[in-house]
Nanobody
Framework: QVRLAASGGGAVQAGGSLTLSCPAS???????MGWSRQAPGKERELVAT??????YPDYASSVNGRFKVSLDDITVHLQMNSLKPEDTAMYYC??????????????????WGQGTQVTVSS
């Protein structure tokens, strides 16, 4: 499966916003799109997914209410608002086949691609 490169990261002050992007063209409806992050010394955390068939999003509790995943014609976005220093991490995107467990549980073997760094200062 193709590995996708996330983009749009940067450095912001706490409380600020960033929007990350990942290409989503030529993705079939049975795919899920996901965003994960990993900070140095920490485990990878799946933060958001969206189901291409019904556009339903899911979020990790750590970002729920602050992040929004959306899809336009060619791109999946992760809009990040009210950023906290704890959000500092490398962010990655991937497409994964949907399973009966749902998108949020479909990324165990996802082909995470090139990440984009998000740094939130206090």
């Amino acid at each position: 499966q193709v590995r996708l490169a996330a983009s749009g990261g940067g450095a912001v002050q706490a409380g600020g916003s960033l929007t990350l992007s990942c290409p989503a063209s030529d993705i079939s409806s049975y795919y899920c799109m996901g965003w994960s992050r990993q900070a140095p010394g920490k485990e990878r955390e799946l933060v958001a997914t969206i189901n291409f068939a019904n556009r339903y999003p899911d979020y990790a509790s750590s970002v729920n209410g602050r992040f929004k995943v959306s899809l336009d014609d060619i791109t999946v976005h992760l809009q990040m608002n009210s950023l906290k220093p704890e959000d500092t991490a490398m962010y990655y995107c991937a497409a994964a086949l949907w399973t009966r467990r749902g998108c949020l549980l479909s990324f165990d073997d996802a082909p995470w691609g090139q990440g984009t760094q998000v740094t939130v200062s206090s």
